[in-house]
């Protein structure tokens, strides 16, 4: 291999998504075919075996693209030279709860690691926070990382727009891969606003294939608002009471196209990740929400320029307090 491995570190790695992220990042979807990837995986004690059996497994593959791979329980190590984080350490939530219900839970893991980060990450690291509530938890990892600029901490919301594009393809009849310009708005959480007013489905409106479909736009909006928002919205509790336990290999999947198209850049328009907030469309600035972005030159940039109708601004004004809300309780606790 003559390429430079890129360093990942996955925390959680013993868990259930780092069991479905290891193999796929191994084989080169994460980066590419041309990438190699040595691999850092960062548990608590009592994860350490999983993780070290994963490795195992992940030898046994014999992957081409995999240089490395090192099972720690000590996040100084485990972020030493990183380029990517993919922070999924933390507790999943069972049925009947919110992801907010596991503020106190998890907050107090991504503090350390926003350190840990700042301490020894390389120059170019980028994070992505999976664990939940994961909007809150990049917050708190990046007020730990001063000297990481704030641009480089992002939360996975991109779960969330692709069941929005997995919900609009079944109804509209058209492909994902037809479908554009869907937006997330705000927390990954039940306040969330899942945004179809600029998507397009094979070049054509979105609300007006709908209209077409449903018998007009009062039920395309009727739809929309008693049934896309909600569903998308709740999927992971509908997930949580289906299977039993909470998402795995879509929030997995997820992940690699958040990284993915971060790293290489985005191809089919827009795509939705949460990044902290630079005050565009009125979410105060520092808030790590979810919005419209493009990866341009390896970097997210928010889409400018959307113009939002009441329902929206109104829609994406109750999760942003919603973040506030959750961002004043993290600093009550002390995690801020
Ligand atoms: N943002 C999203 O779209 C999304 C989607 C699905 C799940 N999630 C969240 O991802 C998280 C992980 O889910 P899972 O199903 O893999 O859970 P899991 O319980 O199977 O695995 C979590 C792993 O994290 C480890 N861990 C706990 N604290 C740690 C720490 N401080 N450092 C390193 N590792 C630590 C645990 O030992 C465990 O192995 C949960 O918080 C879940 O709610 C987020
Ligand atoms: O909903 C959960 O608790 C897990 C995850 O955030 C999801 O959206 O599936």
Known sequence: ????????????????????????????????????????????????????????????????????????DDAEAAFRGTNLGLLVGARPRT????????????????????????????????????????????LIAAAHAPDVPADRFTALTRLDHNRALGQLATTVGTPVGEIRDVAIWGNHSATQFPDVSHATAGGQSVPALLAARLGGPDAAREWLVDHFIPRVAKRGAEIIEVRGSSS????????????????????????SAAVVSDGSYDVPEGIVSSFPVESVDGAWRIVPGLELDAFAR????????ELEDERDAVRALGLL
Not at 40 to 57: D, F, M, S, T
Not at 314 to 321: C, G, P, Y
């Open 248 to 271: 795995v290999a879509s929030a997995a999947s997820a992940t690699i196209d958040h990284v993915h198209d971060w790293v290489l850049g985005t191809t089919n328009g827009w795509t």
């Open 95 to 138: 049925a009947g709860m919110e992801r907010g219900d596991l503020l106190v839970a998890n907050g107090g893991i991504f503090g350390p690691q926003g350190e840990a980060i700042n301490a020894g990450a390389a120059d170019d690291v980028r994070i992505v926070v999976v664990g939940n509530p994961a909007n809150t938890n990049a």
């Open 314 to 321: 109104h829609r994406i004004a109750v999760s942003v307090a």
């Open 1 to 72: 291999m003559s390429v430079k491995p890129v360093t990942i570190t996955i925390t959680g790695a013993g868990g259930q998504i780092g069991y479905a992220l290891l193999f796929r990042i191994a084989a080169g979807e994460l980066l590419g075919p041309d990438t190699p990837v040595r691999l850092q995986l960062l548990e608590i004690p009592q994860g350490v075996r999983a993780a070290e059996g994963a490795a195992l497994e992940l030898q046994d593959c014999a992957f081409p693209l995999l240089a490395h791979v090192d099972v720690h």
